[in-house]
């Protein structure tokens, strides 16, 4: 097993170096049609599709239920990032395992952003657990993500300073787009009780939603789905669901349910029945071509699944309880 990584990395070296040459020698050529863009996340896609337009031709590597986190970049992807003439990625870590190939391509020539790295840090959280490093899942706060989209065409801009102007009215069009799903957001947002907005999911990937939209937010894992979650953490967020009597967990489409239904178990014996709310998308958004698969459908579903999950009556399954009414 050791000696078959040891051959995949020797292939992945070797053909990044072969990539990086044929970089160096075509770096200064005028390219011409459309832009060949790669990107990783397919947030950071549908982003750079709507700032594009017909201008790129765009691929993202990680599809549906895909966990960047522990995304590993293929030979595939590494000849698609390549030959590509623009490479745009979330960063702050979120693709953590493909740090140093991203770094290879834009070493090698490639116009490559960081599009998370260009924002103010002041304006990004910075988690106590994790030291010197920022919450990379800035596209659960509008309003970041909004910058997010100046970034983008500004990069667009630079690279093909010729149609500016084009990119620059796509961004305007798809910021008029983000304003209303901010007003919706806002308003879906007021139909829940304060009490109830608490928001409890495998790992910590909404913390940029709770700060921008009032909701006390926790995780079984923490901002990197890189770590387990312990019994010890499962117990203590089994405690906090049971004595506050929160009506609703939720999965996430890019992480496995098992620790969810584990703290399911754990709230039900201690005499409360908390729902599984539903599954949001947190790392990864929907299918291609369903209204989840973009990044404003992705989240009025996460929207309207919280808002309706947790505004439902809570259920209590204290069997000793129930018992002593029949009684």
């Known amino acids: ?41 397919a947030m950071i896609g549908d982003l750079v599709k709507n700032v594009a337009g017909e201008k790129a031709e765009v691929v993202s590597l990680m599809g549906t239920g895909v966990d960047p986190h522990l995304y590993k970049a293929s030979a595939g992807d590494v000849e698609k990032l390549a030959g590509a003439d623009m490479i745009f990625y979330n960063g702050l870590h979120l693709e953590g395992k493909i ?67 084009i990119y620059k009215q796509n961004a305007e069009s798809y910021l008029k787009e983000l304003s209303l799903l901010q007003s919706y957001i806002q308003k879906k947002i007021a139909l829940l009780r304060h009490e109830r907005r608490v928001l409890i999911t495998a790992h910590d990937a909404f913390n940029y939603f709770g700060r921008g939209y009032g909701f006390e937010v926790m995780g079984l894992q923490g901002i990197s789905t890189d770590s387990e979650a312990s019994v010890a953490d499962i117990q203590n967020l089994s405690r906090v669901v049971a004595e506050r009597k929160i009506p609703a967990v939720f999965v996430e489409t890019s992480i496995s349910p098992r620790y969810m239904r584990a703290l399911r ?18 790392d990864s958004m929907g299918s291609p071509g369903t209204e989840e698969g973009s990044y404003i459908g992705m989240f009025r579903s996460n929207v ?24």
Not at 13 to 18: D, E, I, Q, Y
Not at 140 to 148: E, G, I, N, P
Not at 304 to 325: F, N, Y
Request: hydrophobic residues 40%.
């Open 304 to 327: 309207d699944t919280i808002v309706e999950s947790l505004s439902r009556s809570i259920e209590v399954a204290d069997s000793k309880v129930e018992a002593a009414g029949d009684g």
């Open 265 to 282: 178990a754990s709230v039900k014996a201690r005499g409360f029945d908390v729902r599984i709310g539903g599954s949001l998308y947190s």
């Open 1 to 41: 097993m050791r000696m078959i990584t040891g051959i995949r990395f020797f292939l992945l070296s070797a053909l990044l170096v072969l990539c990086g040459a044929c970089a160096e020698s075509s770096g200064s050529v005028k390219r011409e049609g459309t832009i060949k863009v790669v990107t990783t996340t």
């Open 99 to 165: 740090t140093d190939v991203l770094a290879q391509m834009k070493k090698s020539g490639i116009f490559t952003v960081g599009v998370a790295e260009g924002i103010d840090k002041s304006l990004l959280l910075s988690p106590e657990e994790y030291e010197g490093y920022y919450d990379p899942h800035i596209w659960f706060d509008v309003t970041l993500w909004k910058k997010a989209a100046k970034i983008v065409m500004e990069a667009f801009s630079l690279y093909d300073p010729q149609n500016a102007g």
